[in-house]
């Protein structure tokens, strides 16, 4: 499937979720390797969305399941959060959420994200966003233990480190394209290494392996140890519900 195809075939199914479930998707977009701009031929799409049920739903006692999740197969991975769901997490500075609601490539947003853009800025937590991306890359990192390593862990390994010094340096969230992570923020002396990288992975299985190399393992060790110091010396800030609250009646009462 082309990306094209897709922008066709996601709203489909987004009306069809509607039917079949009675919710209202809020929002939708693409995340993964293809949101981030490095995807490889055979990488599926990523599709990820946020709904609302009706209002009455959420004055139950008997509380309902807070995701949607279609099986997956080898063209898409479709699923979706509800919106209290999504609030809560937007409590914690899930950087999840945010990379969807600034996802390069949208399939439905009736305003949602504009909406939504004052409460990213107000519970951006810089701590639990920099926990977040270190631990992803140094969950890929011990991975690296051979004379060869998976094409794309290493790009698993970059963006996250890149996203924890855009944080460091611009305390807010990351962007979610990567040549945009790259152009800010990676030393000028791994740009060859990064430009093979990307060459290579556009045209190469998901699963396709590549000698070590040793600058790129140098830089996330170093670089990783860095942003663990700087944690550490964070003072977090405490926030209330009040704004979430408000949102969130004001949305399931439209």
């Known amino acids: 499937m082309t990306q094209d195809e897709m922008n066709i075939l996601v709203p489909e199914k987004l009306n069809e979720i509607e039917r079949e479930r009675g919710i209202t998707v809020l929002y939708a977009a693409e995340s993964g390797s293809r949101a981030w701009g490095f995807e490889s031929p055979d990488s599926d799409f990523d599709v990820r969305f946020i709904y609302k049920r009706p209002q009455s739903e959420y004055l139950r006692l008997d509380k309902t399941r807070d995701v949607i999740e279609l099986p ?125 990288l990307l060459a290579e992975k556009v045209k190469s299985s998901e699963k396709a392996e590549i000698p070590r190399i040793p600058s790129i393992d140098s830089f996330a060790v170093s670089t990783a140890d860095k942003i663990q110091a700087h944690i550490e010396s964070l003072h977090e800030h405490s926030r209330t519900w009040d704004a979430i609250n408000a949102f969130f009646l004001r949305e399931i009462s439209q």
């Open 72 to 196: 997956i197969n080898d063209t898409w991975d479709v699923s979706g959060w509800d919106l209290d769901k999504a609030l809560r997490l937007l409590m914690r500075s899930n950087p999840t959420l945010y990379e969807w609601l600034s996802s390069p490539i949208c399939y439905r947003d009736a305003g949602f994200s504009g909406r939504m853009r004052p409460l990213l800025a107000e519970y951006f937590s810089p701590s639990k966003m920099l926990w977040h991306y270190l631990s992803m890359a140094r969950n890929n990192m011990r991975a690296l233990d051979g004379d060869t390593v998976r094409l794309k862990r290493y790009l698993y390994i970059l963006r996250p480190l890149l996203a924890c010094l855009w944080v460091t340096e611009n305390e807010s969230a990351p962007p979610v394209k990567f040549a945009d992570l790259a152009e800010s923020m990676l030393p000028d002396s791994l740009r060859p290494e990064l430009e093979y």
